[in-house]
């Protein structure tokens, strides 16, 4: 039973869990933005619900033109509201870590410190 405790109490274990459920919320939020997105799209140019489109008997054509703009609508959704702002963000606490002074070396310093104590004597 220990084993299967340390198991379940890992920070792996945990992290994935609290992933996970964020995700299935973020997930919704998309969703329903998605839907919004294509709402404006129906408005604009007419009805983005392919479904009901069936060229030459073909019924599973509609459908997946639907499911093809509702992805495309998702993808740009987490691009530009996630990736960008993320990359952004990256490469400015990238640049202040190019842009901080260097760290003295493990020479330097000794050769300070024996300065120093030379100064002392």
């Known amino acids: 039973m220990k084993g299967f405790k340390d198991f379940l109490m ?3 274990l945990v992290d994935l869990a609290v992933a996970f459920i964020i995700g299935g919320a973020f997930a919704t939020v998309v969703t329903s ?3 919004i997105i294509i709402e404006v799209l129906a408005k604009i140019g007419g009805a983005p619900n392919f479904d009901a489109w069936a060229p030459g ?3 599973s054509v509609g459908p997946f033109l639907t499911a093809l703009v509702a992805f495309v609508v998702i993808a740009a959704v987490i691009y ?3 990736v960008k702002p993320y ?3 990256a490469a400015r606490f990238k640049k202040a870590e190019e842009e901080a002074p260097a760290a003295p070396s493990s020479e330097e310093l000794l050769a300070e ?3 120093l104590l030379k100064t002392r004597a």
Do not use: Y
Request: glycine share 16%.
């Open 10 to 12: 890992r920070g792996n």
């Open 33 to 35: 933005f998605t839907k």
């Open 57 to 59: 008997g073909l019924t």
């Open 80 to 82: 530009f509201g996630v």
């Open 87 to 89: 990359e952004a963000v």
């Open 113 to 115: 410190i024996r300065d």
